[in-house]
C-alpha cells in the first residue's frame, strides 16, 4: 500500500510511520522541513509540503491509495487545525485518493450520554483550545459526504510506551478500563490507524481505542 503521511515529525507521527513501514507499505512523507525527519528507509520517500495549501496537498498526495494526517497545530496557534482540514479534505479531493485518515482529539468523546470529556469540570484548562479545535473539526467531517474519512480519537491520556498489539475501539465514548482510565499508548494507536487503513471498518466514522 502506498500511503502519504502528514505530521510524520510529531509523536504519532513517528510511531504511524515507523508502523506502516515495519508491515512493508510504502511511506511518503510529506513535510514543510526534511531536515526534521530523522529517518531513512528503502520504502520511505520524503517531499516538501504544505498542509495549509490545497493544491500542494494535491500534488503531494496523487498517487497513493490513502492519506493519514497526524498533523497538531501549535501551542497557541490550535484554530489553525480548521483551516489545515480545509485544505487537506479539498486537497485530497483534488487528486483523486479517496480515503483519508486524520487523528482527532479525546475532548469531544462522550462519558455519559450527551456529556462530552472536554465540558467535565475537571478537564483541565490548558488542553481545552486544542479539544475544542479537534471537536470542530470532528464536525467538518461529519458533513464531509464525497470522501471517504475517517478520524481517529485517541483515550484520554497518549503517550508514548509499549507496543502490545491489542486494544479495544469504540465510536463516540471514552474507551476506560476496569480501573476506570482511559489510556493507549501512541505506539498502539499507530497499530489501531494501520488496522483500519488496511482493513476499513470505521468508513465516513470517527472512532476512538483505548486499552
Known amino acids: 500500500m502506498k500511503i502519504a503521511l502528514f ?16 508491515r512493508g507499505h ?9 531536515a526534521r525527519l530523522n529517518k531513512e528507509h528503502d520504502r520511505l520517500h520524503v517531499v516538501v509540503g504544505d498542509i495549509f495549501d490545497e493544491n500542494s496537498v494535491a500534488q503531494a498526495v496523487h498517487g497513493h491509495d490513502v492519506v493519514i494526517s497526524a498533523f497538531g497545530p501549535k501551542a497557541g496557534e490550535e484554530k489553525t487545525l480548521i483551516e489545515a482540514t480545509h485544505s487537506l ?29 472536554v465540558d467535565t469540570p475537571d478537564f483541565p484548562d490548558f ?8 471537536r470542530d473539526v470532528l464536525n467538518i467531517y461529519l458533513q464531509e459526504k ?12 497518549i503517550a508514548p510506551g509499549e507496543r502490545t498489539g491489542t486494544y479495544r475501539t469504540d465510536t463516540d465514548r471514552l474507551v476506560v478500563d ?34
Open 127 to 134: 488542553i481545552k483550545p486544542i479539544a475544542l479545535a479537534h
Open 146 to 157: 464525497e470522501l471517504n474519512w475517517t478520524n481517529v480519537s485517541p483515550a484520554a491520556m
Open 89 to 117: 479534505i479539498s486537497g485530497v479531493k483534488k487528486s483523486g485518493v479517496n480515503r483519508l485518515i486524520a487523528v482527532g482529539g479525546a475532548g469531544s468523546l462522550e462519558v455519559a450520554p450527551g456529556v462530552q470529556l
Open 7 to 22: 505530521g510524520a515529525t510529531g509523536m504519532i507521527g513517528q510511531r504511524i510511520l515507523a508502523e506502516a513501514l515495519s
Open 178 to 211: 476496569a480501573n476506570g482510565e482511559s489510556r493507549i499508548s501512541a505506539e498502539d494507536f499507530a497499530v489501531a490507524i494501520l488496522d483500519e487503513a488496511e482493513n476499513p471498518r470505521f468508513s465516513r466514522m470517527r472512532f476512538t481505542v483505548g486499552y
Open 26 to 34: 510504502e511511506v511518503t512523507a510529506i513535510v514543510r522541513d526534511p
